[in-house]
Every structure is written in structure tokens, then in C-alpha cells.
């Protein structure tokens, strides 16, 4: 599960759904399960988006966004596991910080959003590890409370990287979406705050699969 507004804070900070009105009409509540596990098989598999995001003080930043999902035991159910890296060049050689989430997300129904499904899911590992102990750079990610050190993994669950990285222990109430090819992953509106409320409308960018 990404925390929340996780994207917000890094791109400033790094220098810088609802019950569908439009479920399935006269099919049982079998088949509407069906097609909630139809989509979870479709979500498997490896998307990627590397966006550029504006630094502080003028210059371009680059996070790399690598989604994995994977199957569950229950069948309408996936597991996601999100790495979110952030470097200063466009060629992503030099790399300032990574950030692993994992989680399951259980497909709940279809959105009123097209083709959407609503989904709730859980975090239940956050891991940070940067590239560089610069106490002013960290200082100023709000991360000199972590005991970093460079190269190593580190829990962040505890919250003593917030607010940067903000780890709730809520249901992320969220909405994935899929091109009708399956080649386009979309998330739910990250704006909202998803701990209260779901999320009404796509972002406008996608993540491209690159792997089954």
C-alpha cells in the first residue's frame, strides 16, 4: 500500500470505488464475485512509470515507480508491492532514496469509475533505505530521526520518517483500473485522503505493464 500522499511530499521534499449505480445488472451475486476474481488474475504482473517532478529551488528530479502484483490465496485478492526510487538525473544513475510497501488488496466490486474495481488494502511492510547520510538533505526529508545509513534497508513503520513518509495503519480505500488491453494499470485520485474516503476519480497517468 503506497502512504499516504507519499507522492505529494516526495516530489516537494526530493529536492524537492463508492458502490457502482452501474454493478451488473440482473446477474447474481456469484457472478458479480467472478468478476471481481477475474480482474484480481488480470491485475498480475509488473507495471512501471518514471515520472520527472519539479525540485526545490529550480532543476528536475525523476521518480521511478515499480508495481508488483501478485496472486493470493483468496482468489479476489492480490498482493501489491510498490518501489518508489528517486534520482537526480534523467538517466536514474544517481540515486537518492528507495521505498518498498507491500500489502494485500482484496477487489471488493466494480467502480462507477470505467473500468475500475474498488479495492481495500492494508500495509504491511514499509521499508526505506537511502543513498546518501548528507544530514541537511536528510534533515530536510525530515528523516535525521531514523538512525539512516547509507545503503541500508531500514523499517520506517514506526513513523519516524513522518511526516515524509506517511504510514497509516488505516484500510486504504482505493480503486485500480485497467485498459481494456491490460497493458495500462491506473490508480485511484491520490489527492484524497484515502483513510476516509475513496477515491472518485483516476490519476491521469499510467503505469505501463512490462511483464506478466
Known amino acids: 500500500m503506497r502512504p499516504t500522499s507519499f507522492e505529494t511530499k516526495l516530489l516537494v521534499l526530493v529536492l524537492s470505488l463508492v458502490l457502482s449505480t452501474m454493478a451488473i445488472a440482473g446477474l447474481g ?4 464475485t467472478r468478476a471481481e476474481e477475474t480482474f ?4 498480475v504482473g509488473r507495471y512501471e512509470r518514471v515520472s520527472p517532478v519539479a525540485a526545490p529551488g529550480g532543476g528536475t528530479a525523476y521518480l521511478r515507480q515499480t508495481l508488483t502484483v501478485e496472486s493470493a490465496p483468496s482468489p479476489d485478492t492480490v498482493t501489491q508491492g510498490l518501489t518508489t526510487e528517486a ?3 534523467q538517466a536514474l544513475t544517481q540515486r537518492v532514496l528507495k521505498y518498498d510497501s507491500k500489502g494485500p488488496c482484496k477487489v471488493l466490486r466494480r467502480s462507477s469509475i470505467s473500468g475500475g474495481f474498488e479495492v481495500d488494502c492494508t500495509n504491511s511492510s514499509s521499508v526505506l533505505t537511502v543513498f546518501t547520510t548528507d544530514a541537511a538533505l536528510l534533515r530536510g526529508l525530515g528523516l535525521d530521526d531514523c538512525n539512516l545509513t547509507a545503503g541500508v534497508p531500514k523499517d520506517v513503520s514506526n513513523g519516524c ?4 513518509f506517511l504510514v497509516s495503519a488505516c484500510v486504504d480505500q482505493d480503486v485500480f483500473a485497467l485498459s481494456d488491453d491490460g497493458k495500462k494499470f491506473f490508480w485511484g485520485d ?3 485522503d484515502r483513510c476516509v474516503r475513496r477515491s472518485t476519480e483516476l490519476e491521469p497517468d499510467s503505469l505501463r505493464r512490462v511483464s506478466d
Open 29 to 32: 451475486g456469484g457472478d458479480r
Open 40 to 43: 484480481a488474475q488480470r491485475l
Open 87 to 89: 534520482f537526480f538525473d
Open 161 to 164: 520518517a513522518a511526516p515524509t
Open 190 to 192: 491520490q489527492t484524497q
